[in-house]
């Protein structure tokens, strides 16, 4: 997809051990990339990047903290990055609320430590700051939004990513305007995929419903969000940096595919031979937003990018992933077959 972009670059990605950072490392390295990865080590049991094996797929595999600042610099500076991707982050909407400080703090000052030694990377031509769908100010309208709508955000999380977004301007307005480096944003959420066992997430839920033979409960089975397969966003990622363009992008799915929690189930459920739902609507909740929608407009046309993958293929394709998963197949080998049939 990429042709030989990618082939023989140095790029340094933080938060390789995530999920999405997981997906985008063997990625990487199916390029042909030489990867040097940052991060704390996986956060839950199992986890995708131990199932495959993570650090063998490595040039670099240091872990650590992006708040550690001397940290930061150190892997920079030694690694000498042609590529930068930022994926590092806490990532949850509902943690935030019970640790509001460590959420800012990496959030935004890890991504300043990180642009801040950027600035000295001799060799670095692009930097790609992964944001979040979640940085706008939303206004409960029920529109899409689009990259020049204001940003805000109600909770811990949301907030914090837009503060890092306000970070990542005041730098290419201060130190990156001599064009040498391009520095984009990537804004895109709600992402599924096999191999994601993150709390707090609706299909990691269903899986763990799944297997323990439970029922799952649903905190708002009608809030609509922009789900997509793991793969469409980080193709947009990979197309962003390989484009050389500078700014925020939006990486949504079609319009035509906006569902709501309970749809998501009732597919993921079809798919799985049923998964038990229990729906608790008057229980205490955190305050999350009933609707949100991305316009990937700007990304079709200056990037050429679009969504490959509908919501029933998204769904299905994550379904099929784990089935397969639970019937002992090999971690590494699916997620090499979903990019494959993804690329082809």
Known sequence: MFGSFFAGKRVLLTGHTGFKGSWLLIWLRELGAEVCGLSLAPATSPALFDLVEGPKLCARHV????RDADLVRRTVVEFDPEIAIHMAAQALVLPSYE???????????????????????????????????????NDGSGRAFAETDRLGGHDPYSASKAACEMAVESFRASYFVDGKVALSVG??????????????RIVPDAERAIIAGKPLVLRRPGAIRPWQHVLDPLAGYLTLVASGKSG?????????????????????????????????????????????????????????????????????????WYKRRRAGADALALVRADIAAFSA
């Open 187 to 200: 804004r895109a959420g709600n992402v599924i995929g096999g191999g994601d066992w993150a709390p707090y």
């Open 63 to 66: 872990v650590g903290d992006i």
């Open 248 to 320: 925020a992008y939006n990486f949504g799915p079609d319009p035509a595919n906006r569902r709501n929690v309970g749809d998501l189930i009732a597919h993921f459920a079809a798919a799985n031979e049923g998964v038990p739902a229990t729906v608790l609507e008057n229980a205490p909740q955190a305050q999350e937003a009933p609707y949100l929608v991305l316009s990937s407009e700007k990304a079709a046309r200056d990037l050429d990018w679009r969504p490959k993958l509908d919501f029933d293929r998204a769904v299905d394709t994550t379904a099929q």
């Open 99 to 137: 640790d509001p400080i460590g959420t800012f703090a990496t959030n935004v000052q890890g991504t300043v430590n990180l642009l801040a030694v950027l600035r000295e990377a001799s060799r670095l031509t692009r930097a790609l700051i992964v944001t979040s769908d979640k940085v706008y100010a």
